[in-house]
Every structure is written in structure tokens, then in C-alpha cells.
């Protein structure tokens, strides 16, 4: 799905999964370290070198991973403002300038054929505008709008933004 014009978004999107997957990853290896590192206190040899050696990097593991999942969680934090500001940008680059431009051709196109039918431009233009083809394109107009906060979050606006992409594109080949 990418392409040129979504890249950035796309990028912003890529990178809060990864780090959500970090976080996931770094949550499991804290609660299995911290259950091994019980286990290993309890039962291990202490004559044992080597069990001594699992306890010393399971307890440094115990006491680093939440430093490191702080970290990713705090870079996770700022994903979202990064994801907002590719959507606005995304959306006053290409998608909305690209729908106007849409609404132009199709309002031209419908203009050409409906005109024999209706001579009075009064009648005409409000033919024009309640036409489907009108009515698909303010629908996609009406929801790719910038959102200082989106109703739905961040991440959803940002997928609903690429989803009306994807429909203005449909669109376009429809009419072409």
C-alpha cells in the first residue's frame, strides 16, 4: 500500500508498531526474568558457579528491563504527536487539494452531460450537486478533514485518512 504520497504517514505508522512490539517484548522478558529470577533464588546451588551466574544476570535483567521499557514507552508517547502531524500534512498536501480537484472534474464532467436536460443553470447546478457521483466526493471531503484530536485516536484517524486515499483513488479511476 505504500506509495510516494503516503510514505511518510506510513512510516510514522510502521514505527509506532514497532515500538509497541519493543514494549510487548520487553514486558514479557521482565515478567519471565523476575519468575525466573524467584525460582533461581529459592532453589539454585549456591556452591553452584554457574547458577550463581544465571542469578547475577537474571537480577541485572530484573533491574534494567523497567529502565528500558520506560524508555520505549516514553518514544511511544511522542509517536502519536509525529502520526498527527504526518496526517495533517498528508491531508493538506494531497488528499484534500487532490478531492477539490476531483470535485472540479466531476462537477465539469456532470456539467457536460446534464446540460441538454436542463437548460435554467439554477436547475442545472442543483442537479449537478445532487448527483451521487457530488455526494460520494463530499462524503470523502466530510471525513478527511484535520483534527487537532481526532474522536477516535490518533491512530485510527491516521488509517481512516489512508483508507480515504485508497477511496479517492477508486474514485478517480471510476471516472476517468
Not at 503516503?6 to 508498531?17: D, G, Y
Not at 450537486?129 to 484535520?146: E, K, N, Q, V
Not at 485516536?153 to 485508497?166: C, H, I, M, N, Q
Request: charged share 25%; net charge neutral; hydrophobic share 40%.
Amino acid at each position: 500500500m505504500k506509495s510516494q504520497e503516503t510514505q511518510n504517514l506510513e512510516s510514522a505508522l510502521s514505527k509506532h508498531a514497532s515500538l509497541q512490539a519493543e514494549i510487548a517484548d520487553i514486558q514479557r522478558l521482565s515478567a519471565e526474568s523476575a519468575t525466573r529470577l524467584a525460582a533461581l533464588e529459592n532453589t539454585c546451588d549456591l556452591g553452584d558457579a554457574g547458577a550463581l551466574g544465571e542469578v547475577g544476570r537474571t537480577q541485572i535483567l530484573v533491574a534494567l528491563l523497567p529502565r528500558r521499557l520506560a524508555a520505549k514507552e516514553q518514544q511511544l508517547a511522542e509517536a502519536d504527536p509525529e502520526i498527527l502531524k504526518a496526517t495533517h500534512s498528508f491531508l493538506e498536501t494531497t488528499l484534500i487539494p487532490k478531492i477539490k480537484s476531483l470535485r472540479q472534474k466531476t462537477e465539469g464532467k456532470i456539467k457536460g452531460e446534464l446540460k441538454g436536460y436542463f437548460p435554467n443553470p439554477e436547475t442545472l447546478n442543483t442537479a449537478i450537486l445532487s448527483s451521487a457521483l457530488i455526494s460520494g466526493l463530499d462524503r470523502l471531503a466530510f471525513g478527511a478533514s484535520i483534527q487537532a484530536q481526532p474522536f477516535d485516536g490518533v491512530l485510527k484517524y491516521a488509517r481512516r485518512t489512508l483508507d480515504a486515499w485508497e477511496q479517492v483513488k477508486t474514485f478517480e479511476s471510476k471516472i476517468s
